[in-house]
């Protein structure tokens, strides 16, 4: 007891020495001592000091824009994490960055740094991003797909547009083109205007398709989203009509030849008998565009056909051709409805086979050789990979057994037209 005793006091006396030899003003937190930090947030479109540094701007949708924060007095200071956000939403966490706000209208771009201790610093941007213009795609003369237009006296066109973001001044590219029977069209017109109309005095051809475009851009280059696009048809003589359209066989089929398809286009009369016809292969592997101008007025029946390629079934309908107007077919696709077919080569004519080691089929889709891709074989009811092709010969090879094997092939062609036969394989005796 007497020793704890003394130890407190020799403790206690040395607490009083300390304190009495100790300024404890020193050790008082001075807010004039600390260090502040700032964080500040600028736009600017390069990274080079001479470019302006803004805080507010306005810009166009597909304007890049570079995002800068500054922390003061030093970026290395300890920090918990730092982020972007775009009205309140996660924007990037880096420092500086290069973007883009398609978005059209006011944004709020913020820049957020979480220090050590956990205090938030921010500073805020406001950006606002035009509108483009827009088009009245239903107020428009002449309207989409008009007929019997006038080949001499002046074609004249109109639209309505207007900035929803402001009273800037619009102009409009208009563009003519002819279309014709390859891939490529004329330009008749390419202008750029400051009104919303415009009238042609040129001649057109009769019975053709005309394209007329604009695209439409404000002061601030920001153009609409869409370029406008509509067609018309030229007349001709009040006892003629035209027809007019495009062909092209199943898209996945096309991959698979070598050659463009062959198309044979009829008009027939009530009698069956050919009025018109076209012939042609596709361009580019695509379609065919087929025109007969002109033809007298009446109801006909229009029959496509691909005779290299009977899978194909013909495409026909019954058309009515009116007085002075094209008719436009549009885009018609022949249909590969055919299923592939399984022939065993061989003595039997029946699902019944001897076994042999290797065992031949014939595999055609019409002539065309089917890929491995589209083969299943199965032994038993389990699938194999015993088996390899040539062409249009698919040859399976068989493991001996004391009994009756099953052996099922299934296969489909580009177009999904399947086939499946199951072959019964009888034993294998030994002798």
Same mark, same amino acid.
Request: overall charge negative; hydrophobic content about 35%.
């Given at each position: 007891?007497?020793?704890?005793?003394? $130890?407190?006091?020799?403790?206690?006396?040395?607490?009083? !020495?300390?304190? /009495?030899?100790?300024?404890?003003?020193?050790?008082?937190?001075?807010?004039?001592?600390?260090?502040?930090?700032?964080?500040?947030?600028?736009?600017?479109? $390069?990274?080079?000091?001479?470019?302006?540094?803004?805080?507010?701007?306005?810009?166009?949708?597909?304007?890049?824009?570079?995002?800068?924060?500054?922390?003061?007095?030093?970026?290395?200071?300890?920090?918990?994490?730092?982020?972007?956000?775009?009205? =309140?939403?996660?924007? $990037?966490?880096?420092?500086?960055?290069?973007? /883009?706000?398609?978005?059209? =209208?006011?944004?709020?771009?913020?820049?957020?740094? *979480?220090?050590?201790?956990?205090?938030?610093?921010?500073?805020?941007?406001? @950006?606002?991003?035009?509108?483009?213009?827009?088009?009245?795609?239903?107020?428009?003369?002449?309207?989409?797909?008009?007929?019997?237009?006038? %080949?001499?006296?002046?074609?004249?066109?109109?639209?309505? $547009?207007?900035?929803?973001?402001? %009273?800037?001044? #619009?102009?409009?590219?208009?563009?003519?083109?002819?279309?014709?029977?390859?891939?490529?069209?004329?330009?008749?017109?390419?202008?750029?205007?400051?009104?919303?109309?415009? /009238?042609?005095?040129?001649?057109?051809?009769?019975? %053709?398709?005309?394209?007329?475009?604009?695209?439409?851009?404000?002061?601030?280059?920001?153009?609409?989203?869409?370029?406008?696009?509509?067609?018309?048809?030229?007349?001709?003589?009040?006892?003629?009509?035209?027809?007019?359209?495009?062909?092209?066989?199943?898209?996945?089929?096309?991959?698979?030849?070598?050659? &463009?398809?062959?198309?044979?286009?009829?008009?027939?009369?009530?009698?069956?008998?050919?009025?018109?016809?076209?012939?042609?292969?596709? *361009?580019?592997?695509?379609?065919?565009?087929?025109?007969?101008?002109?033809?007298?007025?009446?109801?006909?029946? @229009?029959? *496509?056909?691909?005779?290299?390629?009977?899978?194909?079934?013909? !495409?026909?309908?019954?058309?009515?051709?009116?007085?002075?107007?094209?008719?436009?077919? &549009?885009?018609?696709? @022949?249909?590969?409805?055919?299923?592939?077919?399984?022939? !065993?080569?061989?003595? /039997?004519? %029946?699902?019944?086979?001897? !076994?042999?080691?290797?065992?031949?089929?014939?595999?055609?889709?019409?002539?065309?050789?089917?890929?491995?891709?589209?083969?299943?074989?199965?032994?038993?009811?389990?699938?194999?990979?015993?088996?390899?092709?040539?062409?249009?010969? #698919?040859?399976?090879?068989?493991?001996?057994?004391?009994?009756?094997?099953? @052996?099922?092939?299934?296969?489909?062609?580009?177009?999904?037209?399947?086939?499946?036969?199951?072959? *019964?394989?009888?034993?294998?005796?030994?002798?």
């Amino acid at each position: 007891m007497i020793r704890q005793s003394t $130890a407190i006091v020799i403790f206690l006396f040395s607490a009083i !020495f300390f304190l /009495s030899c100790t300024n404890s003003d020193d050790y008082i937190f001075n807010e004039n001592d600390a260090t502040p930090i700032f964080v500040s947030a600028y736009m600017t479109s $390069a990274f080079d000091p001479s470019e302006s540094q803004v805080k507010a701007d306005t810009i166009s949708p597909a304007d890049s824009i570079i995002f800068v924060a500054n922390v003061s007095p030093s970026k290395s200071i300890r920090t918990k994490k730092y982020y972007w956000t775009i009205d =309140g939403d996660f924007m $990037a966490s880096e420092f500086s960055f290069r973007g /883009s706000v398609d978005s059209p =209208g006011r944004h709020e771009v913020v820049f957020v740094l *979480i220090d050590y201790f956990g205090d938030t610093l921010s500073d805020t941007l406001h @950006l606002w991003v035009q509108s483009p213009p827009i088009i009245n795609s239903t107020n428009v003369i002449p309207a989409n797909q008009s007929n019997g237009m006038p %080949t001499h006296g002046g074609v004249h066109f109109a639209w309505t $547009a207007y900035d929803p973001d402001s %009273t800037y001044e #619009l102009l409009y590219r208009f563009t003519l083109k002819k279309s014709s029977s390859s891939n490529s069209e004329e330009v008749i017109v390419d202008t750029t205007l400051n009104t919303s109309y415009f /009238s042609y005095w040129g001649s057109l051809d009769m019975f %053709t398709q005309y394209t007329w475009q604009v695209n439409i851009k404000n002061e601030m280059y920001t153009n609409t989203e869409e370029l406008f696009s509509n067609k018309f048809y030229t007349g001709g003589s009040s006892k003629e009509s035209a027809l007019m359209g495009s062909v092209k066989g199943h898209t996945l089929d096309l991959q698979a030849f070598e050659d &463009s398809l062959l198309y044979i286009v009829q008009i027939q009369d009530s009698l069956n008998n050919v009025v018109a016809s076209d012939s042609g292969k596709e *361009i580019c592997k695509k379609y065919f565009k087929y025109r007969f101008s002109p033809i007298k007025p009446g109801t006909y029946t @229009l029959q *496509i056909s691909s005779p290299s390629h009977p899978e194909y079934a013909p !495409f026909k309908q019954r058309i009515n051709l009116v007085p002075n107007e094209v008719l436009d077919i &549009s885009e018609t696709e @022949l249909v590969d409805s055919i299923a592939p077919s399984i022939k !065993f080569i061989g003595a /039997s004519t %029946t699902d019944t086979i001897l !076994f042999a080691d290797t065992l031949y089929f014939e595999v055609q889709d019409n002539g065309h050789p089917i890929s491995g891709n589209f083969l299943e074989v199965g032994i038993n009811g389990k699938p194999t990979d015993l088996y390899s092709t040539s062409n249009d010969t #698919l040859m399976v090879f068989l493991p001996k057994s004391k009994v009756i094997q099953l @052996l099922s092939i299934k296969v489909k062609d580009l177009a999904s037209n399947k086939s499946a036969r199951t072959f *019964i394989v009888e034993a294998k005796h030994d002798e």
